[in-house]
T-cell receptor, first 109, second 116 residues
């Protein structure tokens, strides 16, 4: 079966760095997406990785290792507004998005 | 970026009535749109894939006759929840991709449905 695993909840301090991991097992791979979702809102796109390595975009970076079925989202200089759920999704061989359950990130002052 | 508009954003309806949710791609054509449902503290669950000009493809366990999907044009898909019951109360979200399959999904704003 297809499976995406990510931690249920993480807590970090304002101004610090946090890494959210995602491991996956899917039938085929056509890229991995990270989305941010605030409570009661639709997800918003953060990043897309299809090749191995690190993609940096401002305070957010995303890493992919296809051989390990592993990705992480790195958030630097955390701000209170970063408190949200972070969803990992993999595009499978049919280009269908398979979603992780999301990681709830709590930022403390 | 591309814009997908979904409305209504919130709807409260009586048990037994039907509710229609619209999803529009405002600045691109979408031959395929996706409908998701999300219960509190849970992940997005794909309900169906909406294909322009043909029947929708439903995920296992999703009732076709209860969740009617119509994709009449390249910019509009509708989801109708028929004979709604309280257990249908949920957050419904649509998404669409630009042409070229492997691009980010653009989401509508979501619809909070409450059935009383």
């Amino acid at each position: 079966g297809q499976n995406i695993d990510q931690p249920t909840e993480m807590t970090a301090t304002e101004g610090a760095i946090v890494q959210i991991n995602c491991t996956y097992q899917t039938s085929g791979f056509n890229g991995l997406f990270w989305y941010q979702q605030h409570a009661g809102e639709a997800p918003t796109f953060l990043s897309y990785n299809v090749l191995d390595g690190l993609e940096e975009k401002g305070r957010f970076s995303s890493f992919l290792s296809r051989s390990k079925g592993y990705s992480y989202l790195l958030l630097k200089e955390l701000q209170m507004k970063d408190s949200a759920s972070y969803l990992c999704a993999v595009s499978d061989s049919n280009y269908q998005l398979i979603w992780g359950a999301g990681t709830k990130l709590i930022i403390k002052p | 970026g591309a814009v997908v508009s979904q409305h209504p954003s919130r709807v409260i309806c009586k048990s037994g009535t039907s509710v229609k949710i619209e999803c529009r791609s405002l600045d691109f054509q979408a031959t395929t749109m996706f409908w998701y449902r999300q219960f509190p503290k849970q992940s997005l669950m794909l309900m169906a894939t909406s294909n322009e000009g043909s029947k929708a493809t439903y995920e296992q366990g999703v009732e076709k006759d209860k969740f009617l999907i119509n994709h009449a044009s390249l910019t509009l898909s509708t989801l109708t929840v028929t004979s709604a019951h309280p257990e249908d109360s949920s957050f419904y979200i649509c998404s669409a991709n630009r042409e070229g399959m492997n691009t980010e999904a653009f989401f509508g704003q979501g619809t909070r449905l409450t059935v009383v």
